[in-house]
């Protein structure tokens, strides 16, 4: 069993990247031969600083171990280390259509309203398509945001196969079935995000306890007082999805503890201090593993050597059936 996902050393990592990626990669880590990619190609579709991403691209390797990674388990590497994904992504445009693309709502997300709008933010979902098919995953754990990109690497494996001939294996989303897209604590219509959501309400997973706290007991809550879920509670929803996450308590259960009318305030504090308890050993392995540059290189270079070795076949075979002369 092949497991494969990506994830962008953009901006701090937060909550919902625990919730629908982070911990999911951990359990499937168990599950089969896992990899786990640093998509640092995807971060240049946006306006970003060099030396960010210089440094964020290590802080994600730091991340991906400090929650549970184990290098000799799963191979952790940065993208651009492996030249196939680059590759791909332009072989692969060959069968992606303008008006797949143009559908994506990602794209239309992050693109509305900007001065500048990169053509690589328009054709990212096809290097993601890439990133993807060339492991012949079998599993991709995301969170429910990534299923219009997971649905679109189908589309391009099918279009592939059909014209050129069997070469890609069709991928199977995983998502969680709590927690799949975790809100802004703000606003709780949009999902948490670092690049598009509240500073506020984006708990990062670095955040210090004490923001941590202050971030739940400033959360926007719903009218009425009654702790349980509904499309007319999206704040409180919404909580009740992050403390199961954090406890491994089913949602029913946390509405049945409430159900004698604690109140919203004692309800935040209690989400806050789950999260403080969960996030609390991540943050001290983060900044343990972060402080030592030199290995956490070793560790990727490692892990780029292991996926450049396992793509090369499907690589040569994507340029063999499209008709290149081989050297
Ligand atoms: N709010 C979320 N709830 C659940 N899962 C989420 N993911 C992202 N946001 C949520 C999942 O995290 C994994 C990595 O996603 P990414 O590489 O897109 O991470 P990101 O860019 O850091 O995500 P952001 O902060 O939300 O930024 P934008 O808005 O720029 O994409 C994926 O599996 C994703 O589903």
Not at 109 to 135: H, N, Q, R, W
Request: glycine share 10%; hydrophobic share 35%; net charge negative.
């Amino acid at each position: 069993m092949r497991i494969l996902s990506g994830i962008q050393p953009t901006g701090d990592k937060h909550l919902g990247n625990y919730s629908g990626g982070f911990r999911q990669y951990v359990e499937t880590q168990e599950r089969g031969d896992a990899f786990f990619c640093i998509v640092d190609l995807h971060s240049i579709t946006v306006p970003y600083d060099p030396a960010a991403l210089r440094s964020s691209t290590l802080d994600l390797a730091a991340m991906l171990f400090a929650v549970g990674l184990d290098p000799q388990r799963s191979t952790v590497f940065v993208q651009s280390h492996v030249k196939a994904h680059a590759e791909s992504a332009w072989l692969l445009q060959a069968v992606a259509s303008y008006g797949q693309l143009g559908r994506m709502t990602q794209f239309k997300d992050k693109g509305e309203g900007k001065d500048f709008v990169s053509a690589g933010l328009f054709t990212y979902p096809v290097l993601m398509a890439g990133d993807i098919l060339l492991y012949q995953a079998d599993l991709v754990p995301i969170g429910d945001d990534q299923r219009q990109h997971l649905e679109l690497a189908r589309d391009v494996a099918q279009s592939f196969n059909s014209r050129f001939g069997e070469t890609f294996k069709l991928p199977e989303g995983v998502y969680p079935t709590v927690g799949a897209r975790i809100m802004d604590l703000q606003e709780p219509t949009r999902k948490m995000s670092t690049t598009n959501g509240t500073p506020q309400g984006t708990v990062r997973l670095i955040d210090e306890p004490d923001v941590i706290r202050k971030k739940f007991k400033t959360a926007v809550t719903d009218s009425g007082r009654e702790v349980r879920r509904g499309d007319d509670k999206p704040g409180i929803t919404n909580l009740i999805d992050i403390l199961s996450v954090a406890t491994g308590e089913t949602r029913e259960q946390i509405e049945a503890r409430y159900a004698d009318g604690a109140g919203y305030g004692q309800f935040k504090g209690d989400v806050g201090e789950a999260v403080v308890e969960l996030l609390t050993p991540i943050r001290e392995r983060y900044l343990l593993l972060r402080s030592d540059e030199a290995e956490l290189l070793r560790l990727l270079r490692t892990g780029a050597e292991k996926a450049t070795a396992t793509v090369e076949p499907t690589l040569r075979a994507l340029y063999d059936r499209m008709g290149f002369v081989q050297p």
